[in-house]
């Protein structure tokens, strides 16, 4: 038995620094000012129709939930953090769209077996620390025949290159937490959605971004308002020499990218798939 209250106990506290990691900044300034396109995307490729019921799962402030309810979905945004939830609450308000709201751990989804006939996440279910948990709850609540639609930062990518960048300056991780960034990987999706599934697709695309004039304005974007890479920075804050080396890690990356170009391709795995229906024996 005290192997299992030291395991209940080590996921609490590992939530609440998942959740004060994401409580850091601004992230809602990232979703509104940087990736908000992605969410369209994801209730397009979903098929959400009115009437759905649509959990968004890791919602942060509504990138999904907010265009699903708009398509007259009958929508629940989940997400670990507070802070993300009220900005999202307060952006659906000033926009006219109705949604509930509700606090919710990814691991542990507070929802009933086949409650929704789609289960999203954009950019969010990857940063779950145990993604087979995760996998399993996104499965488990969404209704045999119903939609599961994901899109994930791929490896490869920008995003993905931005983790590898700050990696080295952050904290080691706790034991059993696993990279974001697998789930940009068809295979390993694939896999952690195993036989519980059919009609699986997989697509690597693109978010055009134009919002940075040159490397160190995203960087310094970043560095003010994603937590974690201000994670990566808090770290290492009493080390100047740490500090200057990865200002210059990220404004070059940046610079990188936006090499004879105004905008910044930063690809992305979309991935929809069915629940597969119970067999009548």
């Known amino acids: 038995m005290t192997i299992g209250t ?30 908000a396109p992605l969410g369209p995307v994801l209730v397009q490729a979903s098929g959400i129709r009115a009437g759905d019921r649509v959990l968004d799962v890791a919602a942060g402030a509504g990138n999904v939930a907010i265009p699903a309810a708009r398509a007259g ?10 802070e993300l939830l009220e900005r999202g609450r307060a952006i659906a308000q000033s926009q006219g769209v109705r949604l ?18 789609a289960v999203l996440s954009c950019i969010g279910v990857m940063f779950a620390p145990h993604h087979q948990r995760a996998a399993d709850e996104l499965v488990r609540v969404c209704r045999p025949g119903g ?12 995003v993905g290159q931005m983790f590898a960048t700050i990696k080295p300056y952050l904290p080691t991780p706790p034991a059993g937490a696993q990279p974001a960034p697998r789930w940009g990987s068809p295979d390993y999706v694939r896999g952690l959605l195993a036989d519980r599934i059919n009609e699986f697709s997989a697509q690597r695309r693109t ?12 960087r310094d974007f970043f560095k003010a308002h994603y937590g974690p890479t201000i994670s990566a920075y808090q770290a290492i804050a009493d080390e100047p020499e740490r500090v200057a080396a990865l200002d210059a890690e990220l404004a070059e990356l940046g610079d990188r990218q936006l090499r004879g170009s105004s905008a910044m391709q930063w690809e992305y795995l979309l991935v929809t798939a069915r629940k597969r229906q119970a067999v009548n024996r």
Request: net charge negative; glycine share 4%; with cysteine.
């Open 100 to 117: 509930q709201w509700r606090a919710a751990n990814a691991e542990a989804l507070p929802f009933d077996d086949d409650a929704f006939d």
């Open 147 to 158: 939609t599961i639609g994901l899109i994930s930062w791929t490896p490869e990518g920008f």
């Open 73 to 82: 979905a009958d929508v629940v945004a989940s997400d670990l953090c507070l």
């Open 207 to 218: 978010l055009l971004v134009d919002r940075f004039a040159d490397g160190a304005a995203f």
């Open 6 to 35: 030291d395991v209940v106990t080590a996921d609490r506290e590992l939530e609440n620094k998942h959740r004060a990691l994401w409580a850091l900044g601004d992230y809602a300034a990232v979703a509104t000012e940087v990736v």
